[in-house]
Structure formats: structure tokens, C-alpha cells
């Protein structure tokens, strides 16, 4: 008979974790800035395969899918399907090391706990590295959590880098089975849950002094380019009254998106993050911009009324200066609600973990996202040092980083428990 979950918790070893983060963070890319590790590189690949190292000698039976996700699998008292556990390793360029990182490293050290606590779940546990969660050269994310839903297709597949190779090449390159992708699809059967645990990369934990954070829920992203038209012309001799000038139509665009974002009191975050301006020249009126925006939110009603706001004001500003406005929407995420049963789990685990908590939703895109697609997800969040991440000083300590994945392997028991029935 297992002990109990408390008994369980204890045997969860925040030493070992921390070694393990201190030895991933060892494989970076060279000449880069410190942690990068970007998907289909050496370091990558060299990571991965010490990742695969750790994972064997923890009792996991490991494999390669056809979109290249690591994955450990242990057996559970019972032939039910498993519960998943996981996260990423890839950096985006400039990253820190504990971005996806802490997600995977805590999942392993999980299954060592419940070997040391004699512990077996009812569920088989399967512990996944997906393959280049963080945007990549080729313009894509969620690589191996798209093969799980079924959402990477073939445009994507046939998006190049800057040497015109293919992310199905570089796939193929990394040891992915491309005309195999359908066997890395996963079913509703085939997952009993899916837990993700990760770093907040945001400010609220640490300024509410608390232990972890429960996810309700993954916002929404809406990401739309904009091509604004004028006409370059002299700026000494052009009356301003008569210019065509396309940066002033950007202007009031980037204000909408401010505005949208500040009238919705922390419901919506909106951000104008590229923009290109041509001719680019201080004596030049400019002719032509293109930018790029995006809006977050859990409310899918607010995302698409606040674009239209904003689009509506991109069009007016251009017929009042005679620019030519054009919208199109670069991609569509769509917000994911954490499942009751699991915010449920790791909330109790949080109180068995003495962890303190509260319930939050992540502005942030996830692994978690795509598998939505396909199976009850559930996240939980350590504290970020100054809300940091996507950067070389993204923090999270020692002690969070074990109180995190005690919280974790608790409410993973509990939910085991719960879903075994």
C-alpha cells in the first residue's frame, strides 16, 4: 500500500532539482548570449540527449515521437490511460534557464520521488520535452505539442528560416519522422490529464509574496500585421495639411491598442511590437509603414471587439490623411480554460505542499495550449524574480523551485486519486 501524499511530498528532493537545472543550463549555444538554447541546434540536441540520460536512469521507459518530443513512460497500478507531465528546454536567443526548463526537470525528479516513497499511481505517468515550444527561425512554436493536437500542418511545415531551409528540414535534421507525424497525434483516450508546471514570467507571485500560483485559465492571442500606405514626400517643403503620411496614421494605432488595453482594468493586454517605416529617412515624410500588434485576453468577445476598435480607428486616421489601411491577421490562439478538476488538485496540493497560492491567469502561450485541443490541462506557476523572463537574469530560487514541485507531485497524487475513482 503507498503512503500517504504527505508522506510522498517529503521524499520530493529540491537539491537534486536544483543540480539538475545547474547541469541543463550548461548546454547553450555557442557565441550566444548566456542559456540560449534554441531548438534544432547542437546544444539542443546534446541537451536533449542528457535529458534522455536523466530520464532513464529514473525508470522511465524513453522514446523519440515522429515530431521529435522526448517522452518517459512509467507504468501505473491500473491500465488506464496516462497522466502527462512536462514542458520544454528550448530558449528563445537571449532566454534564461528556467523558462520550460523547471517544468521538465520537476517532472523527472517527480517520478524519482515516488520510486523513493514506494509510491505507485493508479495512472501510467508519461514526462515530455516538447520539441521547440519557444518561437523559432522558421516563425512557428508549440512544435511538438502541435503534432499531439493535430495542428501542425503543412503551411507550417513549409515555413523557411533566413537560408531558405524548411522546419520540415530542420526537423528531418533533428531526427524527426515528417512522413510519420501522424503517429505523434493524440487522442482524447489517450491522455487522462495533462499538468504543466512553470515559471510565471510575470511580477504578481513575488508582489503578493506567495509560494505558487494556480492557472484558471491561458489567454487568448490574436496577432494581425498592418500595412499602412502613403506617399513619401520632402519634409521641408510638403505643407503638413496636404501630407500623406503613413507614421501618423501608425501612431494612432499604436495609441488604440494602448488605449484598449488600459480601459480593460487588467482584463486585456495589448502590445504594437514591430514596426517598419519606409523611407526611414529624417527629411523624408514616410510613405510606408508595416507593423505588427497583437492582443491577449481570456475573453474571446473582448479580443475581437477590441481589433475591430482598433482597425476602425487605423481606418479613420487613414481617410482623414488619404493612407491606405490594410489589416490581416497573422494568427489566431484561441484562450484555454484550465480544467476544474485539475485547478481543483493542485490547489488541495498546494495545502498539503504548505505551499501558499492563489489563482491566476497566464498571459502567456504554452505547450498546455495545444494539448487543450485534446485533454484536460492544468498549469502552476513558480515566482519570477522581478517578473523577468526571455532574459539572462530570469530568476527563480533554490527553495521556489522545490516548493513548486512539491506542489506539483501532490497535486498530481490527489488528482490520480480523484480521476481512478
Not at 11 to 37: C, K, Q, V
Not at 331 to 350: I, K, N, Q, W, Y
Request: aromatic residues 4%; contains cysteine.
Amino acid at each position: 500500500m503507498s503512503p500517504p501524499i504527505a508522506e510522498l511530498v517529503a521524499s520530493f528532493d529540491g537539491a537534486r532539482l536544483w543540480s539538475d537545472l545547474e547541469a541543463l543550463a550548461t548546454f547553450r549555444d555557442e557565441g550566444a548570449s548566456p542559456h540560449t538554447r534554441r531548438a534544432f541546434g547542437d546544444s539542443y540536441e546534446t541537451a536533449r540527449a542528457w535529458l534522455r540520460e536523466q530520464m532513464d536512469e529514473a525508470g522511465l521507459t524513453t522514446r523519440r515521437d515522429a515530431a521529435g518530443s522526448l517522452i518517459g513512460h512509467q507504468p501505473g497500478a491500473h491500465d488506464l490511460p496516462p497522466l502527462v507531465v512536462g514542458s520544454h528546454i528550448d530558449t528563445v536567443d537571449g532566454g534564461g534557464r528556467f523558462d520550460g526548463a523547471l517544468g521538465v526537470l520537476a517532472a523527472v525528479e517527480l517520478v524519482r520521488s515516488l520510486a523513493r516513497a514506494d509510491y505507485v499511481l493508479a495512472h501510467p505517468i508519461e514526462v515530455v520535452d516538447f520539441t521547440a515550444e519557444e518561437p523559432n527561425r522558421y516563425g512557428s512554436s508549440c512544435i511538438g505539442s502541435r503534432a499531439w493536437s493535430g495542428t501542425l500542418d503543412a503551411r507550417l511545415l513549409a515555413l523557411t528560416d533566413a537560408d531558405g531551409e524548411t522546419l520540415a528540414e530542420a526537423m528531418r535534421r533533428a531526427g524527426g519522422e515528417i512522413e510519420q507525424l501522424g503517429t505523434a497525434r493524440r487522442s482524447a483516450e489517450s491522455i487522462a490529464a495533462y499538468i504543466e508546471l512553470h515559471i510565471e514570467q510575470g511580477p504578481v507571485l513575488e508582489r503578493e509574496q506567495l509560494d505558487v500560483g494556480v492557472v484558471s485559465g491561458i489567454v487568448g492571442i490574436r496577432r494581425v500585421h498592418a500595412r499602412l500606405t502613403g506617399r513619401a514626400a520632402h519634409a521641408g517643403t510638403t505643407p503638413v495639411g496636404t501630407r500623406r503620411d503613413a507614421l501618423a496614421v501608425a501612431s494612432e494605432v499604436v495609441l488604440a491598442v494602448e488605449q484598449e488595453a488600459r480601459a480593460a482594468a487588467g482584463e486585456l493586454i495589448g502590445t504594437v511590437g514591430r514596426l517598419a517605416v519606409e523611407p526611414n529617412a529624417p527629411n523624408v515624410v514616410p510613405g510606408l509603414v508595416e507593423l505588427s500588434l497583437e492582443v491577449r485576453s481570456l475573453d474571446e468577445q473582448r479580443l475581437d471587439a477590441s481589433l475591430e476598435r482598433i482597425e476602425a480607428t487605423a481606418q479613420k486616421a487613414g481617410a482623414d490623411r488619404q493612407v491606405a489601411v490594410a489589416f490581416s491577421l497573422l494568427s489566431e490562439l484561441p484562450a484555454v480554460a484550465a480544467d476544474p478538476r485539475l485547478v481543483a488538485a493542485l490547489e488541495e496540493g498546494a495545502a498539503v505542499a504548505g505551499a501558499g497560492t492563489m489563482r491566476q491567469p497566464s498571459w502567456g502561450g504554452h505547450d498546455a495550449s495545444q494539448i487543450a485541443r485534446v485533454a484536460p490541462v492544468g498549469m502552476l506557476f513558480a515566482p519570477s524574480r522581478d517578473g523577468l523572463s526571455h532574459h539572462p537574469d530570469e530568476w527563480t530560487s533554490p527553495e521556489q523551485c522545490a516548493i513548486a514541485g512539491r506542489t506539483l507531485l501532490a497535486g498530481l497524487a490527489l488528482l490520480d486519486e480523484q480521476l481512478a475513482g
